[in-house]
């Protein structure tokens, strides 16, 4: 197979003319260049980004209300690990009841919702294909509202989650598909589209909740919280999170062969007809059991993997796992905000678009809408 | 290896009439095969048709006398590389070194990552076929020609014995045609490589070709060697138009050209 390398080599396709987007590329390749090596990132990037989550996870559990000092974190959990009674009960109830399953919880999700951004991103070659412009986030919205009046459990209010996000997943995908293509743009309308039909029929449910009870209680819960989240619902809907997720993380460099045309990706010998829904499926799930836990937190699907990209390149090798270091790491910042900037909580979802809005226009201005 | 496509017929469903019908030809190892025929007669079908992106309606392909359809994916994905047609939107662009790594999936595990070896593999592929310099680049930031040059890398590193590309000089300048037709023509003559290429150039098909198969809109295919097939007479009632072929001496070598002369009345 190497007999043509010992003959000379034909001369670069290349004019002057291209001279202006070379130097463009070289610009981009500086930073991406010093924290990505040989297509792996560089092993200090990679405690950097550790490091930074195990500091916004130290900061998560400190901050509040009741202050807390981490000589007493580390006494409670010695104290916990050894089944022995917290010296102090305050800090004991404060730690596990409260501030410990919520770093849990940030952490799973914010990770959960970047990975199923860059996977939904890269299976639809779309830059702009996240939980909520698919419309999955608003439909599986559906089942869990739906579920919550019913009053089922969290299992229960999961799987109607799930159940109402693929059919909104595949509502999205069919409408979008023209002859075997899907358009960028096309796939965008279509999601706004299922969005819309999403919210209008989640108005409809809140118009036949119990006004007292329910409606205050669905209403709170789709602006997302993290708030009231305890270890046993956290036992039940982070495995699937962090199962989704895995399995995104595994299947990472296949990615790239997924973004590429069909019949590139056929020829390839890569099997479509299993790898596209394992794929679809996986960040489904993520969707559907962070809306089921936490209500609907938008933003971090599209900013978190763009963050990604502008870091390390397109490569889906090095984007999944810093999306996933800084989605936990975004989503532990914006929780920690949420709840310390006022005396009153603010929901999540209002400070992920105050903050996630504004820096996805200066996005927008640098790419131009070229998404390179 | 041999490849062939014995009584090909493609029909797109609810289709009235088959838009491929009778198709025969064969290619062997170290021949190109060049698949000429002017708009609408089905050379994108046939390319997707003949390497199992599209089901035969009727009639078979086959490598070395086994039917293309009792191969698995992957088995095919090893054999045949297939180089689609160079399109400059491309979002979220790996670089081209990334891309052309990408090539290597067919050999790799489903949850394997490509290590050192596969990228200095990659890299050394780029260089052979000159263009190593596209390896840091961004594709979307590439020109159509550098564009299509990683895609013919990406296609070899996966090490096929037959490589299958959609107008691969179509949309490049003067000199950027040439160098694909020469690189091309190396590929199959010191490589070894059964090449088939879908071309709107009797001229280039002329030029590089051993073997020929002409679509036509309303006749049945020809196909032949390339003296049989590309006759003044055959490319005039194919295209419609008056055809002269005639060789012009170069560097002490014949080089047959074509030229459209004018519309046939």
Known sequence: ?372 | MTFAVIDGAFRYPHARTPILDGINFFVDEGELLAVLGPNGAGKTTLMRAMIGLLQWSGGRSEIDGVNLNEMTQREIGRTIAYVPQARSAVTLSLTGLDMVTVGRAPHLGIFEQPGLKERARAWETMVSIGAGHLAQMPCGNMSGGQFQMVLIARALVAEPRILVLDEPETGLDFHNQLVVLKLLRRLVAEAKLTVIMNTHYPAHALRVADRVILLDVAHRPVSGSVTEVMTEQLLAEVFDVEVRISDVNYDDQQIPTVTAMDLRG
């Open chain 1, 1 to 372: 197979m190497r007999v043509y390398a010992e003959t000379p080599p034909a001369a670069p396709a290349q004019s002057p003319s291209r001279s202006n987007s070379e130097s463009r590329s070289v610009a981009r390749s500086g930073l991406t260049g010093a924290l990505v090596c040989d297509g792996r990132l560089r092993p200090w990037f990679v405690v950097v980004l550790w490091l930074a989550l195990a500091g916004c996870a130290a900061a998560s559990v400190l901050a509040g209300r009741y202050g807390v000092a981490l000589p007493q974190v580390v006494t409670a959990l010695w104290e916990y690990v050894g089944g022995r009674e917290f010296s102090d009960p305050n800090v004991g109830s404060v730690l596990f009841g409260v501030r410990l399953p919520r770093t849990v919880l940030a952490i799973v999700v914010g990770s959960g919702l970047a990975v199923a951004g860059a996977a939904f991103q890269s299976v639809f070659s779309n830059p702009l294909a996240t939980p909520d412009t698919l419309g999955v986030a608003a439909g599986t919205s559906i089942g869990a509202v739906l579920a919550l009046l019913m009053e089922w459990r969290l299992l229960g209010v999961q799987l109607l989650a799930l159940l109402f996000g693929l059919i909104a997943m595949a509502v999205t995908a069919a409408i979008a598909r023209q002859r075997g293509r899907t358009s960028i743009v096309m796939l965008v309308l279509a999601g706004v589209i299922v969005s819309a039909i999403a919210n209008a029929v989640i108005s409809l449910l809140k118009l036949v909740a119990d006004p007292t009870s329910k409606l205050p209680e669905i209403t709170y819960w789709l602006m997302g919280s993290m708030a009231g989240v305890g270890f046993d619902a956290i036992a039940l809907g982070a495995p699937l999170i962090v199962l989704g997720s895995f399995t995104v993380y595994l299947l990472r460099w296949r990615l790239n062969v997924l973004a590429l045309s069909e019949d590139e990706a056929r020829a390839a010998g890569l099997n479509l007809k299993v790898l596209r829904p394992v794929v679809i499926v996986s960040a489904t799930v993520i969707t559907a059991s962070v809306v089921s836990m936490c209500g609907q937190v938008g933003w971090i699907g599209l900013l978190v993997p763009h963050c990604a990209r502008m870091l390390v390149g397109n490569n889906n090798r090095v984007i999944i796992p810093v999306s996933l270091l800084l989605g936990a790491i975004m989503m532990l910042l914006i929780d920690t905000l949420a709840r310390t900037i006022t005396a009153s909580e603010i929901p999540i979802s209002v400070l992920t678009a105050l903050l996630g809005a504004p820096f996805f226009i200066v996005l927008l201005r640098r790419t131009g809408g070229n998404w390179r």
